[in-house]
């Protein structure tokens, strides 16, 4: 709001006195102002300033009095001059500006009026408020680290409301794990391919927790789940004002988020073109620029990638650029679908059924028979599909036993419990008559499937109690705990069926 005319005051000695003793006054209170004060007369030449301008602004009395404002505009002794303005407008002018001592100043400038309503003078206000901008460049730039921090600590969060256990039963997981191991220890990027449901997340996990890195982050970011719109600003960030809807202090990227850490990349084979090329820079160049910025900001950063596509087929049908193939493919890894290492399955299964005895206080074991249908199965779905799997025979067992046909298998969309595999146990089973039968369609046992699931557990318990002598070997070959195993042979033997 602007003020209305300000005019020469008609009896300036009722506060101050008459005489030479007011103008000393007047003066006194013009020079102990911390503001500084600059007067120009009807024709915008400086007539009198005070000792705060001279500090503020780096000049002296002698560089600007008598000297018209516009030579000093002109000859860049002065930037803007905001006389010149309210002299040109005929009321009081606002505006910022920066002298050559590198102080910021609000300036004001208030044309005076005499009694026929005509500009006498114009006295100019400068109020020094450097340290308010640095206070508040400082205020903005903690707003941004702290708002750095709430989201490395959402992230943290989330990645650590559920900790992977790495299982490393199988030789073919053992070699993968010795190999990563080695390129754990440099920065050089990794790429990791295998199907969906594999286990890239835990190798890639595996390879920071053994790094130089492993106690800074570990950020995770599912290419495939960004949407194609907002991947570049989740990436790299985003400047104050970049876009309608952005965060009003700006954004920090997760390559920002992930620096002196490390982070994977799931699914990096989904990014579209132009993220790609961003990427690519990225790796060459350990800078980022955020949308809305033009500085390039430097990362520290491991680059861990994932995919179960084929990048070199992607390549080949252009949706995938080959320079950034080859950039993520200095160490590239191939994580064997469960299939390929059976010898993991039981264990797997068994961390599940662990995790969840903890979290609803139970004791389920699983039988002997059920773990028979579980390393028969070639787990499409791998690790993941194995843990689906788990959690619904947790729910549909009734003792503390998860039995063969408490396993429900998903197959064309539908749930089926494969009691009719034949188990491979590294044990022979009892070879079982089966009538021939006049179709492909299976006979169904008359005394029932559980009756039916218990005689062959019985015979491989026997077997294995044979073969080893003791139920401690038989429970080490069957991969079971021995009072479980104990407690089994009694119930069948009591049965009649051992």
């Known amino acids: 709001m602007k003020r209305n005319r300000v005019y020469l005051p008609k009896r300036p000695d009722i506060a101050f006195g008459a005489g030479v003793d007011a103008l000393q006054r007047i003066m006194a209170i013009l020079e102990s102002s911390f503001d500084g004060i600059f007067v120009t007369d009807q024709e915008a030449t400086p007539i009198w300033c005070n000792r705060s301008y001279e500090i503020i602004s780096g000049l002296t009395a002698r560089d600007v009095l008598g000297i018209p404002m516009v030579e000093l505009v002109k000859n860049g002794i002065i930037s803007k001059s905001a006389t010149l303005m309210a002299l040109d407008q005929g009321h009081e002018v606002t505006l910022e500006q920066t002298f050559t001592t590198g102080k910021r100043a609000v300036v004001t400038s208030t044309p005076i009026y005499d009694e026929q309503d005509e500009i006498c003078m114009v006295v100019t206000n400068v ?96 290419c495939g789940a960004i949407p194609e719109n907002l991947a570049e600003s989740e990436l790299f960030g985003y400047e104050r004002g970049a876009f309608t809807g952005a965060n009003r202090e700006g954004k920090a990227g997760l390559f920002e988020v992930a620096d002196q850490g490390t982070i994977f990349l799931d699914e990096v084979g989904e990014l579209s073109l132009a993220i790609q090329t961003k990427l690519l820079r990225v790796l060459q160049e350990r800078e980022i620029t955020r949308v809305g910025g033009s500085k390039p900001i430097k990362v520290d950063v491991r680059v861990i990638a994932a995919t179960h596509r084929d990048l070199q087929k992607c390549v080949r049908e252009g949706t995938f650029r080959e320079d950034l193939f080859y950039r993520l493919s200095v160490f590239p890894v191939y994580v064997p679908p469960l299939r390929e290492r059976k010898r993991d399955i039981t264990k797997l299964a068994q961390n599940v059924i662990d995790e969840l005895n903890h979290n609803y206080e139970n004791k389920k074991t699983i039988s002997a028979g059920a773990e028979a249908v579980l390393l028969q199965y070639d787990w499409p779905g791998n690790v993941r599909e194995l843990r689906n799997v788990m959690e619904r025979a947790f729910i549909m067992s009734d003792g503390e036993e998860i039995l063969a046909e408490d396993l429900a298998i998903m197959d064309n969309g539908n749930l089926h419990t494969p009691h009719n595999i034949s188990p491979t146990y590294g044990v022979d089973p009892v070879p079982v008559h089966q009538p021939e039968q006049a179709s492909s369609a299976p006979v169904l046992p008359e005394e029932g499937l559980q009756a039916q699931m218990e005689k062959f557990e019985a015979a491989l318990i026997g077997q294995a109690l044979e073969a080893e002598g003791s139920v401690r070997g038989a429970a080490r070959r069957l991969k079971m705990d021995p009072a479980t195993l104990l407690r089994r042979k009694k119930k069948y033997e009591s049965a009649g069926l051992l």
């Open 127 to 222: 109020r020094d408020v450097s340290e308010l901008f640095a206070l508040q460049k400082t205020l903005d730039t903690q707003r941004a680290i702290s708002a750095r921090y709430e989201r490395e600590i959402d992230l943290i969060r989330e990645q650590l409301l559920q900790t992977p256990q790495m299982v490393a039963e199988d030789p073919a997981t053992l070699n993968l794990l010795r190999i990563v191991g080695r390129a754990a220890q440099l920065d050089t990027v990794v790429l990791i391919q295998g199907e969906t449901g594999a286990g890239k997340e835990r190798i890639a996990s595996y390879i920071h927790q053994r790094s130089p890195r492993a106690r800074k982050n570990f950020i995770r970011v599912n």
